[in-house]
């Protein structure tokens, strides 16, 4: 069980990494270092790791709603590959699915996220998450 904790620590990070290629890989990454309220909505996206997980999809929905077309690329990306294609009533199955890269239990329990989120990194995901994204914060609770 050990491993398998450890190992969910991980996707986290690779989660935030591969969200940091797509932005350099379709021409994102010049507006995220430049664009402040750009980079705070993507934070907002990233933030969803922290919801529970029967509300990530409400939260990613909400995003969609309030963030607007401009992130539509973001969107189309997260949904195939994180939360999974709306299809009806149901969803297709994601790449890597919420239960897969999920924190909110971790962080409800107090376990160390990984090395990444030592210091700084900590202290920006207590910020961003109330500052930023109050509406997914009313959604968490």
């Not at 491993?3 to 379709?26: A, C, D, G, P």
């Not at 919801?51 to 709603?65: D, K």
């Not at 690329?73 to 195939?80: R, S, W």
């Not at 971790?106 to 961003?128: I, T, W, Y």
């Amino acid at each position: 069980m050990l491993n398998f904790l450890k190992s969910k620590s991980v996707v986290v990070f690779h989660l935030s990494q591969n969200i940091q290629r797509f932005l350099q890989t379709h021409g994102f990454k010049q507006r995220y270092e430049t664009d402040i309220v750009f980079a705070d909505n993507v934070h907002k996206i990233w933030a969803l790791t922290f919801l529970e997980p029967n509300q990530v999809i409400n939260g990613f929905e909400l995003l969609c709603s309030d963030l607007g077309d401009e992130y539509q690329e973001i969107f189309h990306y997260i949904e195939d590959n994180y939360i999974g294609r709306a299809r009806g009533r149901s969803r297709w199955p994601a790449t890597f699915p919420i239960h897969f890269w999920n924190m909110a239990t971790r962080v409800k329990n107090n376990m160390q996220l990984n090395k990444q989120f030592d210091g700084s990194m900590a202290q920006k995901v207590e910020l961003l998450i109330p500052m930023y994204a109050p509406k997914l914060m009313d959604v968490y609770k």
